[in-house]
């Protein structure tokens, strides 16, 4: 079945440790992007990515990068994670960035002792 | 004006009622609109777009009003199964991507 996948589910982490959370969509959509979303604040956009090979940052890009290489993955790292890191986590994708729906995977539940 | 503006709720109403949502948005150049749904922290999922028309899908009915820059969600006959957040969503910012509302949780009791 097409459509988003996200990895890990969840993760308990310790401050300081690095993190990748990953994201895999098989839609070929060309737009693709990572929210957080903390109670009482909506969804957060992270990072975007228009197409492949270049990347944006968005409202609450601090502690995080991204990369995309290709098409398809669109990884999200924590260089060195902090409390405040932690959050639900959630990757989308869109066929065309900024107008197009956005079709979102089903999230990682993120905590930072 | 925040960019994407919604009623948190939440709305209570029992089974079979009629529930409106509206939105306010600040961006009139916004060109896209949609209504998403999101269960109990689950994934937000597309729940309909909203078209200049208007548009209806079954018991759901959206509407846009350019001239005030709001959209409205009707929901008919209102079942258990809609409890859930519902969001407001926009095309427009800064940021090449959609702008979505926090959120108007809907309540649905027996």
């Known amino acids: 079945i097409a459509g988003i996948t996200q990895a890990p589910t969840s993760q308990i982490l310790a401050a300081g440790r690095r993190m990748t959370l990953r994201c895999t969509q098989d839609?070929?959509?060309?737009?693709m992007y990572w929210y957080r979303q903390d109670l009482g604040l909506g969804l957060r956009l992270i990072h975007y990515s228009n197409t492949a090979g270049t990347t944006g940052k968005g409202e609450v890009p601090d502690g995080y990068s991204v990369s995309r290489a290709n098409t398809d993955d669109f990884p999200l790292t924590l260089a060195s994670a902090v409390p405040s890191q932690t959050s639900v986590y959630f990757c989308?994708?869109?066929?065309?960035?900024?107008?197009?729906?956005?079709?979102f995977g089903p999230g990682t539940r993120l905590t930072v002792l | 004006r925040k960019e994407v503006e919604q009623d948190p709720g939440p709305f209570n109403v029992p089974e079979g009622a009629t529930v409106a949502f509206n939105c306010t948005y600040s961006?009139?150049?916004?060109?896209?609109f949609f209504w998403y749904r999101q269960d109990c922290r689950k994934e937000p999922k597309l729940l309909m777009s909203?078209?200049?028309s208007g548009n209806e899908d079954g018991r759901f009915t959206a509407q846009l009003n350019r001239a005030s820059q709001y959209i409205s969600l009707l929901i008919r006959d209102s079942k258990l199964s809609d409890s859930a957040t519902y969001l407001c969503v926009v095309s427009g910012s800064g940021y090449s991507t959609l702008t979505f509302g926090k959120g108007t949780m809907l309540l649905v009791s027996p």
């Open positions: 839609m070929r959509h060309n737009a």
């Open positions: 989308a994708s869109s066929g065309v960035a900024g107008y197009n729906e956005q079709f």
């Open positions: 961006n009139s150049a916004s060109q896209s």
């Open positions: 909203v078209y200049s």
